[in-house]
Nanobody
Framework: QLQLVESGGGLVQPGGSLRLSCAAS????????IGWFRQAPGKEREGVSCISSRSGSTNYADSVQGRFTISRDNAKNTVYLQMNSLKPDDTAIYYC???????????????WGQGTQVTVSS
């Protein structure tokens, strides 16, 4: 059974860090393009970052460039999103997804996890 499970969310103070994990089961992440997205209450889902399958090239939304880093550990079948210098505006549910193309456009993604809540607040 194909499954993506996000973890690592929580409550953090502004300026703090979190590392999100996206663990896959039922398929191998080595050949998958993985994206991270987020959705805040009352807002549309926003692309955050993606990592391609072979070259490992990455893309980031302007809003997180320089603060977030996406990476993959094929041995653990997991993709990570390291989030530093967090701001209250980063508060959202974060989702990972399998995509057809490494882009921050949600329409390019076909399979989604259930999400993990990130709250940035003092």
């Amino acid at each position: 059974q194909l499954q993506l499970v996000e973890s690592g969310g929580g409550l953090v103070q502004p300026g703090g860090s979190l590392r999100l994990s996206c663990a896959a089961s039922g398929f191998t992440l080595d050949y998958a393009i993985i994206g991270w997205f987020r959705q805040a209450p009352g807002k549309e889902r926003e692309g955050v970052s993606c990592i391609s399958s072979r070259s490992g090239s990455t893309n980031y939304a302007d809003s997180v460039q320089g603060r977030f880093t996406i990476s993959r550990d094929n041995a653990k079948n997991t993709v990570y999103l390291q989030m530093n210098s967090l701001k209250p505006d980063d508060t959202a549910i974060y989702y990972c997804a399998v995509g057809l193309k490494c882009t921050v456009v949600a329409a390019s993604y076909t399979y989604w996890g259930q999400g993990t809540q990130v709250t940035v607040s003092s």
